[in-house]
């Protein structure tokens, strides 16, 4: 397969940028410019649409925290978690539970790109790292 | 004491619930020791990245949706969908004493078996070379103990010179040569005693060669007693085009170090060439624009920027540089070697017609240069050796006219056999370098006539055979000369004197 271009990747940055608002990506938008790729569709449609998803939900993972964790977490801390990223990225964040024996204890949080670690696995990896 | 506890309690509490923040990505490729990744949104240009299992990597790509690392270790352990970290940190290498006598690999590990290495210290690899302000001129000689060399291209501390020729005609030679003469020298200064005397300690860095070529040169090292003043750097061909890429920034880094703290080092980059290769192949795979001879269009930056690390800076030491580039057929207008030509301050150029005639070192003497050695160059050396280029230009001039006929005069007859009797006098075997003194004896004995009449295959034995007499009799003169650096009436005398007294006793 051909390499994508780089206007076929422009295409794609604008098609993202239509669908946000106020920095979040907008569902009622997502399904505007779908429904204007169905009626108009560029050369290769399947390519342009792999990478607008791709975009999108690199664009949702910025909105959307994973909390790892191992023991219960009580939805207070949940809350704490979401006011506390939201205040550092700038956006509105919201947080969801996934439970991780693996941990031993203490949480995971994943953000986009951003990992904070605060758990007993991550801190023994860092110890055996370091060592 | 409750409270205190609680206290305690509390504060420990602090520190385990800190989060520790990491920047991830996830690997999309792996490729010929080349990582794509994807994330790594806050990485920078050249940080170290960590990979699982411990390898480490290097980001040289930061594209607008991917990041392209080179990894520096095995790469079979990786696979698509690994995480990976940013680390914070340039990629840096432990620099010191302690490295002296050692073998590292290009992250600085100990591959000689000798155990970790003890080093406190670790420079980054990529530095920016010291600007104009805390440069000084080249003044100070670094001999080579190979007497073409030091009488007619001369090196000096600080400079960049490099050594050119094909395969096998005796590059990795002379720089060992080298090697093995700062050694000598460093033993005789140090049990001098003198507190002006400066050592040069020397790094080696062997890029793609093959590993019992790098023992070969380890061992001719021990065996002259020169490892325990050299580092050597090691990315064989076995390894991949990373750590030859890397190699020689490492090794620039350790030598750094000695610069910077006031002492003088030597670099030999053996080879340049295969660094080149090495930086192709990564460039190609990281899917960078291709420019001459499928080369990147920074390739040219790449030897720049290390060789302008070689410098001699002003109320510290310095570094030289010795880059070692292999043609094809003799083609010095190839890219890489013009590139590297126009970097350096001067060449010494290797020719195999040369050296399938026996002439060994084959140094071509009219297409080799060194552009800033000869004011470094000390005032016997060019007392007694200054005119030889000269003369030897003429003859190669001369001899290729005299191929036509045999009725010459007595003139050009003349010169032709001067010029056969220095092409001789400046054969000299591998590993066995000259002490400058010895350099000015032998050079000396041929200025006043003493090898005339000899029989010109003769003439080298019979140089040897002077200088064992200075070494054996007269250690007092030699001292002498070496310490005075310029010959006087007296000192004229004294040397006459002893060629006469070794004249009589070989009559």
Known sequence: MAAFSAKSRAFVKQLVQLSLIDGRVSSEQVAGVLAYLEKNPPARLQAVLLAYHKAIAAELAKSEARVEHAGPVAPEALSAIAAALGKRYGRAVTTTAKPNPALLAGIRVRIADDVYESSVAGQLQALASAS | MSTVLAQIEQQIAKLSSAAVRKNTGVITTVA???????????????????????VIGIALNLAEDEVGCVVLGDVSQLKQGDEVQTTGKLLSVPVGKGLLGRAVDALGNAIDGKGPIASTEAYPVEKIAPGIMARKSVSQPLFTGIQAIDSMIPIGRGQRELIIGDRGTGKTTIAIDTIINQANINRVGLASGDPKFRPVYSI???????????VRTIAALEAAGALEFTVIVAAPAADNAANQYLAPFSGAAIGEWFMENGMDALIVYDDLSKHAVAYRQISLILKRPSGREAYPGDVFYLHSR?????????????????????TLAGDVSAYIPTNVISITDGQIFLETDLFNQGIRPAVSVGLSVSRVGSAAQIKVTKQVGGKLKGELAQFRELAAFAQFGSDLDAKTKAQLDRGSRIVELFKQPAFSPISIELQAVTIFALQKGYYDGIDLKKVTATAAS??????????????????????DKDLEAKIVAALDAWKSTNA
């Open chain 2, 306 to 326: 290390l060789l302008e690390r070689a410098a001699r800076l002003d109320g510290k030491g310095s570094l030289t540089a010795l880059p070692i580039i292999e």
């Open chain 2, 204 to 214: 080696y860095v062997a890029i793609g060669q093959k590993n019992s070529n790098i």
């Open chain 2, 32 to 54: 010929d020791g080349v990582a794509k990744v994807s994330g790594l949104s806050e990485v920078m240009y050249n940080e170290m990245v960590a990979f699982p299992g411990g």
């Open chain 2, 466 to 487: 002077i200088r064992e007499f200075f070494k054996a009799r007269h250690d007092a003169l030699l001292t002498e000369i070496r310490t005075k650096a310029a010959l």
